[in-house]
């Protein structure tokens, strides 16, 4: 079981709400990702780091944004939801400098609901 | 470029019978590949990876995928299904030349008693 952990692990909210996602590891991993995942669809990158003070957008334009202030803390934060942000975000941390070639290990993801 | 296609959607076994996911790939280097599982209302774990080594590779959960390159496939296999085993299974591709991993659209596996 990999060490990485996020929470809330399930949140519902209204539209127009501030909202934070919490993404930890404990590896001391310098790579981290966040993903976005509709049901019984893929796993879409939206951003990821390379370490302290890096962040990059992923494929999948997102209007969230992260930071990385600390190597194992990776928040994602979105100012105002809306309904189209309810989806499954997962958190993920790979040691290496080659992503192509990494092993990501996940966390178990946060399920968001915008009412 | 690199992509990754999943042939099955959904694959159903019944317990004690052999299991077979189908996975191709795209890659203009030489890939490196991943299956990952996914459990209900869980993260992804990986359950194998291909990194140029030897072309059949043993997983976890006796779990063991063979990569094809003539075939440009990497399919997973499991010779006798558990019901622990129903999950949602991702194949992925990445390469040195990008800096990201290419997920596919998933396979279902349902194992019925």
């Known amino acids: 079981e990999a060490d990485i952990y996020q929470t809330p692990r399930y949140l519902v909210i209204g539209t127009g709400k501030k909202i934070t996602l919490e993404c930890s590891q404990t590896?001391?991993?310098?790579?981290m990702y966040w993903y976005q995942q509709d049901p019984g669809m893929e796993l879409h990158l939206i951003h990821y780091?390379?370490?302290?003070?890096?962040?990059e957008k992923g494929d999948l334009s997102s209007e969230s944004t992260v930071s990385r202030i600390r190597t194992e803390h990776f928040p994602l934060t979105l100012e105002s939801a809306r309904p189209s942000h309810t989806s499954q975000y997962l958190c993920?941390?790979?040691?290496?400098?080659?992503?192509?070639?990494?092993?990501?290990?996940f966390g178990p993801g946060t399920r968001l609901t915008v009412l | 470029a690199q992509s990754v296609t999943q042939l099955d959607s959904h694959v159903s076994v019944s317990e004690g019978t052999p299991v077979l996911l189908r996975c191709n790939y795209s890659?203009?280097?030489?890939?490196?590949l991943f299956w990952y599982v996914q459990h209900p209302n869980k993260g992804l774990q990986l359950l194998l990876k291909?990194?140029?080594?030897?072309?059949l590779v043993k997983g976890i959960n006796g779990f063991e995928a063979e990569f094809k390159k003539s075939e440009t496939s990497f399919h997973l296999t499991k010779p006798s299904a558990h019901m622990s085993d129903a999950a949602e299974y991702f194949c992925?591709?990445?390469?040195?030349?990008?800096?990201?991993?290419?997920f596919g659209t998933g396979t279902r596996l349902l194992v019925s008693p």
């Open positions: 780091s390379y370490g302290v003070n890096s962040t």
């Open positions: 992925v591709v990445g390469n040195t030349g990008f800096q990201k991993l290419v």
């Open positions: 590896m001391g991993h310098d790579k």
């Open positions: 291909y990194t140029s080594a030897a072309t």
């Open positions: 993920a941390s790979s040691e290496g400098w080659t992503s192509g070639t990494d092993t990501q290990y």
């Open positions: 890659s203009s280097y030489s890939p490196s």
